[in-house]
């Protein structure tokens, strides 16, 4: 019912912006190199003097790239939504009893390696981007659903407490009360799954879904060193540039309200 | 008003509440008081149903809290706890809205109310209405649990060592301002704490409970002067018994008119208790007190003779 205060204006919207600074940072580099790789070419030669080609030829890189983070985001988007709501629904009353077995799944599905759920996942839905997408969310599960619980199962009891006593329903206490409260722990899962599944992501390229990770197999296969590098120096760029941002998310999801 | 009759609670095979039957009235500020895991909080928490009775019928108002949809019915009971159980995320104003908000109370009228509540309760609005409550001091923060309760004016209240977890002179203050708050807004309260003095301080009638029954019940003075036990003699205070009674009486209450003696140096308020009374005395090396008003105008005398005789006569 109350507003900001008074002078969280212009200025405010300015400091709000540099404090965006490093992802942006790390976003304008790797755009950057995406987009100018070919500039670098004197320097792949220099690096490795007795190959034809040292740009990655196939596909143009800001491509590459935009389909790495389709992957990955769709991925990510379907964790969150299955990761976040299982770990909700085993936390209320009803669904309780189901809370082990859903804890035991999602770590289940972290030990399961990648290569084997694409190996697997290739003669059901083909070759392309569904295989991978399917091992990145089976492996992007864990953390979020395991900060989740840990986000709702840390509140302080007598917070729930009071929310029951003041008359809430359970639904008002979920979403005023408890995922509010678990946001910043819920935050930090997504952040991991999310950065390690953009290294991951690069595995797609095995089964013919052209990303990041197209030049680092193409280099393997063909002794490139080159192509390696380039694809491996744009997903580091790429995960850097999530990763800050998220941490962006994090502080300001604190600093807007619990200390 | 609230009433009990013959409610049990059980947690699977052990009996946290037996048989037990209670009213209180309209207004009236009833304590309960017993060792702990005797079922005092289970007893309040049966009231507003965040814990179902197994047996046994409670009414409010004439009718079985069952009947009430749960929800409807906790908005309309304020409820105070020890731990306070703000909501870290919300401001001071936020939290003490609460439940105007969830009765769906127009934005304008929540926010007069708050303003109000924390007027009432000592909270100036400038400097606390956009605070966190990791912001407040215990004290602060649990005047807001109180105003959270108050906010939608419920007509019952139900406090579970609402001052457990504060100092002795920030309690103090708190329960001289619940007893003010009180005398004006004339809510029915079911309070509980381990706080004799509190307890003797703050109750119409003092319940004491162990494991699940209560063993005696009554006005404070009533269980001092006569404990049914030596349960209740010593939970009352053993041999301290009296004093916590002279804690009760007013020295106005005992009071005799002025004399024509030469009035004695050593005086009491007329509003101060006998224990404070045979304080004085016993600091000042005298048997008999002038008694002052505010203006420190002796409107009376106390001598120690009768401050001891006055028991008898009550
Ligand atoms: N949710 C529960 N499940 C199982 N047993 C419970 C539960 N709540 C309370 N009990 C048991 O019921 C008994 C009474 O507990 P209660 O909390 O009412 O005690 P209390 O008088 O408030 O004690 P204290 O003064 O320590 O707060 C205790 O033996 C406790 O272990
Ligand atoms: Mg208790």
């Not at chain 1, 919207?13 to 580099?29: H, K, N, T, V």
């Not at chain 2, 309209?26 to 814990?51: D, F, H, P, Q, Y």
């Not at chain 2, 003095?197 to 162990?210: H, Q």
Request: charged residues 20%; neutral net charge; glycine residues 10%.
């Amino acid at each position: 019912m109350r507003r900001e205060p008074i002078g969280a204006g212009g200025a405010g919207g300015a400091s709000r912006l540099a404090a965006w600074r490093a992802p942006l940072a790390w976003l304008a580099c790797l755009l950057l190199l995406a987009a100018g790789m070919a500039w670098l070419e004197p320097l792949f030669r220099w690096f490795q003097p007795d190959t034809r080609q040292v740009i990655y030829p196939h596909a143009d890189f800001l491509t590459l790239l935009g389909r790495h983070l389709l992957v990955v985001g769709v991925a990510a988007l379907l964790a969150v939504v299955i990761g976040v709501g299982a770990a909700v629904l085993v936390t209320r009353p009803a669904g309780r009893d189901f809370l082990p077995l859903v804890a035991q799944a999602a770590s289940m599905g972290q030990t399961f390696p990648p290569v084997a759920v694409l190996a697997l996942a290739v003669p059901v839905l083909g070759f392309g981007t569904w295989p991978i997408i399917v091992a990145l969310l089976l492996y992007g599960l864990l953390p979020i659903v395991r900060n989740t619980l840990a986000g709702l199962q840390g509140i302080d009891p007598s917070v729930l407490e009071a929310a029951r006593g003041m008359g809430m329903g359970g639904v008002q206490q979920l979403l005023q009360v408890e995922l509010p409260l678990a946001v910043p722990v819920i935050l930090a899962g997504i952040r991991t799954s999310v950065t390690i599944n953009i290294a991951t992501a690069a595995l797609g390229a095995t089964v013919g879904a052209s990303n990041l990770g197209a030049p680092i197999i193409s280099g393997i296969v063909n002794g490139n060193t080159a192509y390696v590098l380039q694809g491996a120096l744009l997903i580091g760029l790429l995960a850097l540039a999530v990763d800050s941002a998220f941490e962006r998310l994090q502080r300001r999801w604190i600093s807007s309200g619990i200390g | 008003m609230i009433e009990l009759i013959e409610v049990t609670k059980r947690f699977g095979s052990e009996t946290a509440v037996d048989r037990l039957s209670l009213r209180v009235e309209k207004g009236e500020l009833c304590a309960l008081v017993g060792t702990s895991g005797c079922g005092k909080s289970t007893t309040l928490r049966m009231i507003n149903r965040l814990i179902e009775h197994s047996e046994g019928e409670i009414h409010l108002e004439g009718r079985q809290v069952r009947e009430f949809d749960e929800q409807t019915l906790r908005r309309r009971i304020g409820y105070v706890i020890q731990s306070t159980g703000l909501f870290p995320h919300w401001t001071v104003a936020r939290n003490i809205g609460l439940v105007p908000r969830l009765l769906k109370w127009p934005a304008p009228r929540i926010r007069e109310r708050v303003e109000e509540l924390m007027a009432l309760l000592g909270l100036p609005l400038e400097s606390f209405a956009d605070k966190y409550p990791h912001q407040l001091s215990g004290g602060q923060a649990q005047r807001v649990g109180v105003a959270r309760a108050l906010a939608a004016d419920p007509d019952i209240l139900l406090m579970d060592e609402p001052f457990g977890a504060l100092d002795p002179i920030t309690r103090e203050s708190l329960q001289a301002e619940l007893r003010d708050l009180q005398s004006r807004l004339h809510k029915t309260i079911v309070f509980v704490t381990h706080d004799m003095d509190e307890a003797l301080a703050l109750a119409d009638r003092l319940v004491v409970m162990r494991a699940g029954r209560i063993v005696q019940q009554g006005t404070p003075l009533a269980l001092l002067r006569e404990p049914a036990d030596d349960f209740v003699a010593s939970l009352l205070g053993g041999d301290d018994r009296g004093l916590k009674e002279a804690a009760i009486i007013r020295v106005a209450e005992r009071m005799q008119p002025l004399s024509p003696r030469l009035l004695p140096r050593a005086r009491v308020h007329r509003d101060a208790t006998l224990r404070q009374a045979l304080a004085v005395m016993f600091r000042e090396h005298a048997d008999r007190l002038a008694v002052v008003d505010d203006e420190d105008m002796a409107v009376g005398e106390l001598s120690l003779r009768r401050l001891v005789e006055s028991r008898r006569e009550a």
